[in-house]
């Protein structure tokens, strides 16, 4: 087991520092000279030969990505161009509001979407199996977006139920875990009955019956654990499509996460901001699937070997 | 159906792995899964209407009359007007054609990257496949939105940037795809035989190993035109899209987004154009993987 | 048979297959005497594992269909019982055995725990008991170091071990009878003859049944009391098993025995029976073997044999006996 989280996390190692180069190129990949971005174009030239100096654009880039690397250990995340403040806390803050949202998101997705499948296989071919494909192919066709628009409309606008932005804590997670949980439950009840059919077809069920395991064990206990095995190992790819999607679902309910900061931060060309944003966000995706893939190997004795 | 009661060897066991079926049998298979027909039924429609929006539609999608702003549907304006007096329809139409519009050239520039990279990447493999494969899994260490926000940022908004955003979050998907079918038809005894004789990389490539990957990629092509809408319409909701007065699916619900509680109407037809649309292209993808290869079911 | 522990009675058992109904098993009847080893023998396709698996009512319900028969095990039709009641029979009363033991245990559960769960099921055993019974099955079944088995993974095991767990699971409950389907067609020569000399040891320990599916008639040779034989879903032959080898009646049995390779060099070339089980379809009216038979009659085609006593205990379907 050490052995295999070891392999996997060095296999990390290359991925990391590719995200590092990119995230560190985004500044200079944007057309124009990269002092004007971050001076602005009011600066003089002497403040551009003040912002070269102060963020070493004169050396060369291998250089400059040392010295960015080094930067990032060491918790600097990098200055604001508008309010010239350190970025990093307000990065964490938003980040941690943007993970929980995902994470509560996953769950349901996770809980409405296995049950679904489950379901769905089990009354195979019935009204109740078609409803659930039908429902379920509409959850992963629909934006989220718009899915957030009509729920807003619905529960803030006509019922007046729920608050129509801000953040006053839970409630405000409320609506975003909806739209956000709808369409990650829709792709997993599609994946997991297409599993779930397939795993009553083996043969170690036809053994199972023929011992004279009760019904409910040979489906609950046997079909439906081995039925999770691809499930589970695309968590982390959904926490991901979920992390993408809080992002633009944030911005529909002015909840002071990721999406804000980073889009704000795009538009008004504070590009400090986009590249750690985007450096923080790839390296908690990675994260993520990282322990995905551990706890996968820890419940399925097979991968370790 | 009439069912006649004959006792033909009464076999309970399956057939062996029939041969390849040709193509005239995968085209009566097609015909028969229902889903496919409804999915190529909705296309059908969109891309008739793209293609005819200019004909059919009945006002300018851009000049607008102010006094008409934020009507409902009437006789006049079917789906009603935005909030700068444009028919909706109108918009709506030509929208079908800016979005068909990006799908097409942004899957077509993925595939034409996509393709020969997987394939030779998979077929030299040594240190091209082994830096290939970082750069993919750099790549895909982006979440998709979230990468083509990033690709949005560096090389800004407006159509032409939107489809090549979105082409290079779709490149990593289908370079593996590739890849993987080649590394599992280099062993194959055809393969190796024409090694054997002496024919060419590119030959080899091109004429043996390439109709093998045609099945998952037109598999994986139109779910990705899905997800390509998806992608589009989300770019251009945050404003980082195609750039107004341009009418775009996506650009139309973020407009609606302002007049929400005052014209609820606005945000109906283009939500319910994309859903339907993307419904459609996945439920052509499922059917062509249902007909092309069962055991692609699990991926 | 008053003695009898199973009896089937007229088993039919139809499958629907696109447009056509399929007669899977037609009209098959079959009795197995306490601590008798039966064979059921047949080429693929005849109807044997359809049997088999009727019995413990594990066909998949669409597309097969029960069409009618009984199936007598302690004075009660299995065909006909409450799914509550069958559960309890099965792997405990009749256990099976099955054919591919790569694929035939839960690969996410160790082999302890699978032992287990059918001890609790069927005996009530928990904890600390089970896990010794399950032990002392292991080694009945001559499973080496049992106690570290009992905490592997089935991909751990090779297919002769899994094919020991498989065993062990059957006769965990002292079953009355357990029926092999094709048990060891997937294992290689010498695992095969140890997994049959252990299933004839445990059979006399626990004075069990054994019904035993397969194509191999060297195996019958070895190992069964009585055969029957299984043409295309219809029973052709029965007798003990010396009487049959001396003299099989029915013309597809005396192919069968023509067909063995002999190890004497004493004939050159292998004999076949010409044609293919299914190839030229048969009407519901006619004898099934007709069109491969060396020695049809016109009546062959128009009228369909039944089982009859041509001998004492011996039966065959074939109107060369009346």
Known sequence: MGRYVTARVLLLIPVLIGVSIASFSLLHLIPGDPAVILGGTQATEEDLAGIRKEFGLNDPLPVQYVHYVSRILHGDLGISIRTREPVGEALVSHLTFTLRLTAVSTLIAMAVGIAAGVAAAQRHNSWVDSTLMVASLTGISMPSFWLGLLLLLIFSGTLRWLPAGGNSGWQALILPSVVLGTSGAAAIARMTRGSMLEITRQDYIRTLRANGIPEFLVVYKHALRNALNPVLTTIGLQFGYLLGGAVVVETIFSLPGMGQLLINAIFSRDYPIVQSGMLLLSVTFVGVNLLTDVAYALVNPRIRY | MSTSTRVVGASVEPA???????????????????????????????????????????????????????????????????????????????????????????????????????????????????????????????????????????????????????????????????????????????????????????????????????????????????????????????????????????????????????????????????????????????????????????? | MTDAVLSVRNLQVQFAADDRVVRAVDGVNLDIVRGETVGLVGETGSGKSVTALSILGLIPSPPGRIGGGEVLF???????????????IRGAGISMIFQEPMTSLDPSFPIGSQLRETLAVHLGLRGRDATREALQLLDRVRMPHAARVLRQYPFELSGGMRQRVMIAMAISCHPTLLIADEATTALDVSVQAQVLSLLEELQEQLGMSILLIT????????????????????????????????????????????????????????????????????????????????????????????????????????????
């Open chain 3, 74 to 88: 302690g004075g009660r039709n299995l065909l006909t019982m409450p799914a509550r009641e069958l559960r309890r």
């Open chain 2, 16 to 299: 062996a792995s029939p041969p390849r079926p040709g193509r005239s049998e995968l085209f009566r298979r097609l015909r028969k899964n229902r889903g496919a027909m409804v999915g190529l039924g909705i296309i059908g429609v969109y891309v008739a209407l793209a293609l005819l929006s200019h004909v059919i539609a009945p006002y300018s999608p851009t000049a607008g009359t102010l006094d008409l702003r934020l009507q409902g549907p009437s006789r006049a304006h079917w789906l009603g007007t935005d909030e700068l007096g444009r028919d909706l329809l109108s918009r709506l139409l030509y929208g079908a054609g800016i979005s068909l519009e990006i799908q097409t050239t942004s899957v077509l520039l993925t595939l034409l990257v996509g393709v020969p990279w997987g394939l030779l990447s998979g077929y030299y493999g040594g240190w091209i496949d082994e830096v290939s494969m970082r750069v993919i899994d750099v790549m895909l260490a982006f979440p998709g939105i979230l990468l083509a926000i990033g690709v949005a940022a560096i090389i800004g908004g407006g159509l032409s940037n939107v489809v090549i955003a979105v082409a290079i979050v779709s490149v990593p998907e289908f370079v593996r795809l590739v890849r993987g079918v080649v590394l599992g038809m280099r062993k194959l005894e055809f393969v190796v035989a024409a090694r054997g004789i002496g024919e060419s990389a590119p030959a080899i490539m091109l004429r043996y190993i390439l109709p093998g990957t045609v099945a998952p990629i037109v598999v994986q092509t139109s779910i990705r035109m899905a997800t390509v809408l998806l992608f589009a319409a989300s770019l251009s909701f945050l404003g980082l899209g195609v750039q107004p007065p341009t009418p775009d699916w996506g650009a139309m619900l973020s407009n609606a987004r302002e007049y929400m509680f005052l014209a609820p109407h606005v945000t109906a037809a283009p939500g319910v154009a994309i859903t339907v649309v993307v419904i459609g292209f996945n439920l052509l993808g499922d059917g062509l993987r249902d007909v092309l290869d069962p055991r692609m079911r699990g991926s």
């Open chain 3, 215 to 322: 194509h191999d008639l060297g195996v019958v040779a070895e190992t069964c009391d009585r055969v029957y034989i299984m043409y295309a879903g219809r029973i052709v032959e029965s007798a003990p098993v010396d009487v049959l080898f001396h003299e099989p009646l029915h013309p597809y049995t005396q192919g069968l025995l023509a067909a063995i390779p002999s190890a004497q060099g004493d004939r050159p070339r292998l004999e076949a029976i010409p044609g293919e089980l299914g190839a030229v379809p048969s009407g519901p009216g006619e004898c099934l073997f007709a069109s491969r038979c060396p020695r049809v009659m016109p009546r062959c085609r128009s009228e369909v044999p039944l089982v009859r006593e041509v001998r004492p205990d011996h039966n065959a379907a074939c109107f060369l006996y009346g």
